[in-house]
């Protein structure tokens, strides 16, 4: 954020207005949480809390503040700032309370992962606790599409797979997200993808503790029932129906409702979906989680037209669950089937395949030759899986460029030209940028040396930066003293800034400490008279 002038009541960046309150119950602006942590102008209230723009005293940035005050276990607040659970409520308050600090300390563990919205940490104040969070700028997925509209295939599929990814790498780190939704993605103004809406199990459940929030269209069926399971599958129904709607424009029928009047389709002449991507999304979107793709990774690797992961379910499974008597009837019947099936391969072994049968799979993952009327999708597949791809070898020939990319894993493929959906001709050339991952440059010795050599330095090597003058009786004016990472550390290029300690000249003693920055970074402060 910005400072304003004291002359302003309104920010001309953010719009706040000094004049205006919070509402009644929220903290006050200018309350201090944790001796750090200021109070903003109050944002939106859930069925876990309130949350607030705030400012860090300490760092000197813009953050969001959660403070855990749900509706439905405290006493409205009034003049005071402390947080009072209703009378019987208290057990579940602190239950539910501790459920909270869980979910955000676990994100707070990974701050080095690109595509979430961070969160800092959680303090405790007032009697109840506050979750610290990065606060971005971006449109929401809902405002991202208003401006562009729907899309094919190719590009929502390309715009979302950086949030498969991160969804993905969530599930590996046992977290579920059950709130994903166009309003829980973020769109930065780079194109980037980040995920937010992080919240308990509690406020993602109907019936539950609190007063449920759940995404009209997009929350799956599981989530209106208090005794349902829900798992890794439950946000590849979340996944789909974002995708369904970067597709069509529309968003999908509710799934309460779908449970009894199922009415949701996909329409394929939007969005240039085939039969079997159609297949693969609806499957997806199935009202019986057990008939969805039980993974992100599944799901994925569906939508590329990569062979589908195999079961991890042993075919004894169903067979142990059956009655000795079922057991008996279902051997008979599996002693019978091998006999058919001897005799229909003896047979056709001597008569030859019909020529009216279709010998091909029925696998959703299978793709016909028909469909290469177009140029296919290769974004996010590996240069290996495509030479390997029987439909594609001779019809090709590929170009590989190395790209670094943020949003794609080292030997995935970032882009492509012709692009996807483009007229095929046999034989053309595609050129696949595949990625060597996210470009990383150590940190160099800039402990000790002139201010100016630092920046030239740092400028060969494309690192951003910012300088904070200090005091410091170590070195003269105008040197380094140190940086906010230490020499050798690999710092992002895309993601990362280094922060330079510059001793202060004389001159410059009466003005104030605020950050300088590379011409590379559209640097902006925020101080408490912009909250």
């Known amino acids: 954020m910005n400072i304003i002038n004291s002359d302003e009541t309104v920010c001309p960046h953010c719009g706040y207005n000094g004049k205006k309150k919070n509402p009644q119950g929220m903290l006050p602006i200018g309350t201090i949480i944790a001796g750090r942590y200021q109070i903003g102008r109050y944002m939106q209230i859930d069925g876990e809390g309130a949350v607030y723009l705030g400012f860090d005293n300490k760092e000197k940035l813009a953050v969001l503040i959660k403070e855990y005050l749900p509706p439905t276990l405290v006493i409205p607040r009034t003049e005071e700032t402390l947080v009072y659970p209703k009378s019987g409520s208290e057990v579940l308050f602190k239950t539910t309370m501790y459920d909270f600090i869980e979910v955000y300390q676990n994100i707070a563990l990974y701050e080095d992962t690109p595509g979430i919205v961070h969160v800092y940490g959680v303090v405790k104040d007032n009697g109840t606790v506050y979750a610290i969070k990065e606060y971005v700028k971006g449109d929401t997925l809902v405002e991202y599409l208003n401006k562009v509209g729907y899309m094919d295939f190719g590009g929502a599929l390309s715009l979302l797979l950086p949030a498969f990814r991160t969804v993905e790498w969530m599930h590996d780190q046992n977290i579920l997200h059950r709130g994903l939704s166009p309003e829980n993605i973020l769109v930065e103004k780079n194109g980037k993808i980040r995920i937010n809406g992080f919240a308990t199990q509690a406020l993602r459940t109907k019936g539950g503790e609190l007063k449920s929030a759940l995404y009209n269209g997009y929350s799956a069926p599981e989530q209106y029932d208090v005794t ?225 050599t630092v920046i030239n330095q740092l400028g060969l090597l494309g690192i951003r930066y910012e300088i904070m003058y200090v005091y410091d009786t170590r070195y003269p004016p105008g040197y380094v003293s140190g940086a906010d990472k230490q020499e050798g550390y690999e710092l992002s290029i895309e993601r990362e800034t280094l922060i330079i300690y510059v001793v202060r000249r004389q001159e410059e003693s009466s003005q104030p400490s605020v950050p300088e920055s590379s011409s590379e970074v559209s640097s902006e402060t925020i101080s408490e008279s912009s909250i």
Do not use: W
């Open 228 to 452: 349902a399971f829900q798992d890794e599958c439950t946000d590849v129904y979340s996944l789909a129906a974002i995708l369904y709607t970067c597709i069509t424009g529309e968003v999908p029928q509710n799934a309460q409702e779908r449970k009894t009047a199922d009415s949701l389709s996909l329409d394929k002449n939007k969005g240039k979906v085939s039969q079997r991507q159609t297949k693969v999304i609806m499957k997806a979107l199935s009202v019986n989680p057990q008939h969805r793709q039980q993974t992100v990774a599944e799901f994925l690797s569906q939508l590329q037209g990569k062979e589908p992961e195999k079961t991890k379910v042993s075919p004894l499974d169903f067979f142990n669950d059956l009655s000795a008597k079922q057991k008996q009837i279902a051997a008979i019947g599996a002693g019978c089937f091998v006999i058919l099936i001897l005799f229909l391969l003896v047979f056709f072994q001597k008569k030859g395949t019909p020529a009216n049968i279709d010998s091909s799979s029925d696998s959703i993952s299978d793709t016909s030759i028909e469909e290469l009327t177009s140029v296919p999708n290769f974004v996010g597949m590996t240069y290996q899986q495509v030479v390997e791809n029987s439909l594609y070898g001779g019809q090709f020939t590929f170009v590989i460029e190395e790209v670094y990319s943020l949003n794609y894993r080292d030997g995935e493929i970032a882009d492509q030209t012709p692009a996807y959906g483009s007229t095929y001709t046999p034989g053309m050339t595609i050129t696949l940028k595949v990625s060597k991952g996210e470009e990383r440059v150590a940190v160099p010795a800039v402990t000790g040396h002139d201010v100016t």
